[in-house]
């Protein structure tokens, strides 16, 4: 199964998806851009890389970062970015694909999503279900497997639901990696990858 064809597809989140209808962030000056919240304006400009990997989305997420202290290293992303402009031009590189797509999410979610902040500044208030409420949506902008895995079993211990969950994700994994790349393929994994989502962001408290 081509990650890159799938999570193309089907890994947007639901609100996000909107923003990228919406918004060409090839220029971080847009109003519609700026208008967004910091949190919302990280997830834009990461999805714009994953999706669309050219110098000028890697640059814009760089200046972002940079404008806002977060600590990432920015040029390690460069030979993924070069990598992938070379495979886009073969078409036999399905495998390679698939194992540069999965390096490309694990380093996307080195740059946690503010949300994993917000959830600990509501923790340390005592507001223990906005920090639930601000975990998952943090949950729901991540791309790797590992990196949704941990978050839901970090979850378990004050959230029963995340053990449903993460059950349901492991599935849909299962059912993934097994599946063809054929159109039909690929809408029977988007609607069920949409019915995760939205049972993920159904919250139960």
């Not at 919302?40 to 989305?57: F, G, H, R, S, Y």
């Not at 946690?112 to 923790?123: I, V």
Request: charged share 30%; hydrophobic share 40%; with cysteine.
């Amino acid at each position: 199964m081509n990650w890159g064809i799938f999570f193309f597809i089907a890994i947007a989140i639901i609100l996000m998806r909107v923003f990228w209808l919406r918004i060409k962030a090839n220029s971080m000056n847009s109003e519609s851009f700026k208008a967004l919240p910091p949190k919302d304006q990280l997830a834009v400009l990461k999805e714009c890389l994953l999706n669309n990997p050219t110098e000028t989305n890697l640059g814009n997420l760089g200046e972002f970062c940079k404008a806002h202290e977060i600590n990432a290293e920015i040029e390690s992303y460069r030979p993924l970015l070069a990598k992938q402009l070379e495979i886009t031009k073969r078409k036999d590189a399905i495998a390679e694909d698939n194992e540069l797509y999965a390096q490309e999410s694990a380093w996307m979610d080195q740059i946690e999503p503010f949300e994993f902040s917000e959830a600990k500044t509501a923790k340390m208030s005592g507001d223990e279900s906005l920090a639930i409420q601000r975990t998952i949506e943090g949950i729901a902008r991540l791309y790797s497997d590992e990196a949704i895995e941990k978050r839901l079993k970090d979850l378990e211990p004050v959230y029963p639901k995340a053990t449903k969950l993460l059950e349901g994700y492991r599935n849909l994994m299962e059912i993934r990696d097994n599946s063809g790349a054929d159109e039909k393929s690929l809408e029977t994994l988007r609607k069920k990858r949409d019915t995760w989502q939205e049972d993920l962001l159904t919250i139960e408290l």
